[in-house]
């Protein structure tokens, strides 16, 4: 199984700043498939970033995702009010297919 | 638009059957990958399996005995079976459909609590 840690566990900061989020697998994830979502609290997840680095559909051009192998990031460049939520992350591979991180909480400084 | 809709009972009895299903609109099960995935209260997600088109599946292995997943095309639903639950199966339960090549979820329902408890 593919264990995904997330650090910080907490990301305090505020409105403009860059937020850096960190997600590594206990084992390299084939193909770059890896997935970051946010999630806003009493709302399911939304997909942001799929296989490393590519941006979904609507997702504004702040949120950047790279990395591969077993190290990856998202990148927030500036800060809007309605960034601050929860941050998964996601890889497809070996049984079980779909494991997620633990989730990294951006909040208010 | 495609959106997903879960429904169901919102309590079960401990050693019950949980049984959900996800309806689906502006897309087919006939197509693509979906999945079930759940979210104790206060923690994180985990993926409970998906079905394909082909009707074929995958479970994690950690719910598979337990676990069964079932399309109805003619409905253009799908449905989540989990038996024998406990209080550690209190989550909020979302269904999903597979983006890409099937390696992540782009569309999710707005998920459903279900508690066990007797």
């Known amino acids: 199984e593919v264990v995904l840690t997330q650090s910080p566990g907490t990301l305090s900061l505020s409105p403009g700043e860059r937020a850096t989020l960190s997600c590594r697998a206990s084992?390299?994830?084939?193909?770059?498939?890896l997935a970051w979502y946010q999630q806003k609290p009493g709302q399911a997840p939304r997909l942001l970033i799929y296989d490393a680095s590519n941006r979904a559909s609507g997702v504004p051009d702040r949120f950047s995702g790279s990395g591969s192998g077993t190290d990856f990031t998202l990148t927030i460049s500036r800060l809007e009010p309605e960034d601050f939520a929860v941050y998964y992350c996601q890889q497809y591979g070996s049984s079980p297919q779909f494991t997620f991180g633990p989730g990294t909480k951006v909040d208010l400084k | 638009q495609v959106q997903l809709q879960e429904s169901g009972p919102g309590l079960v009895k401990p050693s019950e059957t949980l049984s959900l299903t996800c309806t689906v609109s502006?897309?087919?099960?006939?197509?693509?990958?979906w999945s079930w995935i759940r979210q104790p209260p206060g923690k994180g997600l985990e993926w409970i399996g998906y079905?394909?088109?082909?009707?074929?599946?995958n479970y994690n292995p950690s719910l598979k005995s337990r676990v069964t997943i079932s399309a109805d095309t003619s409905k253009n639903q799908f449905s989540l079976n989990l038996s024998s639950v406990t209080a550690a199966d209190t989550a909020v339960y979302y269904c999903?459909?597979?983006?890409?090549?099937?390696?992540?979820?782009?569309?999710w329902g707005r998920g459903i609590l279900v508690s066990v408890s007797s």
């Open positions: 502006g897309g087919s099960v006939s197509t693509n990958y």
């Open positions: 084992q390299s994830v084939s193909g770059s498939y």
């Open positions: 999903a459909r597979h983006g890409g090549f099937g390696e992540n979820f782009d569309y």
């Open positions: 079905i394909y088109y082909s009707g074929s599946t």
